[in-house]
């Protein structure tokens, strides 16, 4: 007589447990200060810079996204049905974003795509300025190994202080000013011409060192990775180097006196 009570009871004891469902995210897309770029797909997830986000629901209208390395976004649904967000960051980098709908079909893996094609566009090497201190970014060839290979001011340029990378461009702000050079697109296109040569390893080697060097000797380690000893202008170095010419570290043994 009293199990249909009882299953009831059950069952708004089961709901009340249950785990929240997924955020319902809207569809869209943003543009933070700094080259920050957002996406979220209907339902989720959120991606800064086509990165996934760890998306956090605290109720039915505010959610936060989070790219594990300081920056945060606050997503807010207005009662219009609009989205406001806004975006803290290392540094205590803060400000508000501009938000607009995206379009049907346009998904992360189609923006990935097209991604990959601005960055085959973008230059591998650039200057960089900060002016009054204040943050600037310049677009750049992001994909794999970017490093300052020259200090053009007096302040210190260190990354994750004063610049780092965003998906499609390199910023600075604190006054760092600097060229910046995409060392991995120099061994793609190392490693082209030096296929057609026959010197893909020590040409890989030298374009990662940015010098010619002279080999000294060359061991297998096993069927896909060859170790080089490679004498250049300031030393002698270790280059360890896939037999499809990737390089995978170039590391000083000894330097030149």
């Known amino acids: 007589m009293h199990r249909p009570i009882l299953t009831a009871l059950f069952a708004l004891a089961g709901t009340a447990l249950a785990p929240a469902a997924l955020a319902a995210i809207p569809q ?8 920050i770029e957002v996406h979220a797909d209907d339902g989720g997830p959120v991606y800064i810079n086509g990165r996934e986000t760890r998306l956090k629901r605290f109720n039915d209208n505010y959610y936060e996204a989070s790219d594990g390395q300081g920056l945060t976004l606050s997503i807010n649904r207005t009662a219009d049905g609009g989205t406001q967000m806004s975006y803290t960051g290392p540094g205590n980098a803060n400000g508000v974003c501009s938000v607009g709908a995206a379009s049907n079909g346009d998904r992360h893996e189609d923006r990935h795509s097209h991604a990959r094609d601005d960055d085959r566009n973008a230059p591998s090497v650039v200057t960089c300025e900060s002016v009054d201190q204040k943050q600037v970014e310049c677009e750049m060839d992001t994909r794999g190994e970017v490093q300052v290979s020259r200090q053009l001011s007096r302040t210190r340029c260190e990354r994750g202080r004063n610049w780092d990378l965003n998906r499609h461009s390199v910023w600075v702000k604190d006054g760092c000013r600097a060229e910046f050079r995409n060392v991995s697109a120099n061994d793609r296109n190392s490693n082209r011409s030096a296929g057609a040569s026959g010197s893909t390893l ?40 896939g037999n499809d010419g990737q390089v995978q570290s170039l590391t000083p043994l000894r330097k030149r006196r």
């Open 28 to 35: 869209f897309n943003g543009t933070c200060p700094g080259g």
């Open 202 to 241: 020590l040409g890989a080697c030298d374009a990662r060192a940015r010098a010619d060097g002279t080999e000294v000797t060359r061991v297998p380690v096993n069927d896909s990775v060859t170790e080089l000893i490679v004498d250049y202008p300031d030393g002698r170095f270790l280059c360890m180097v």
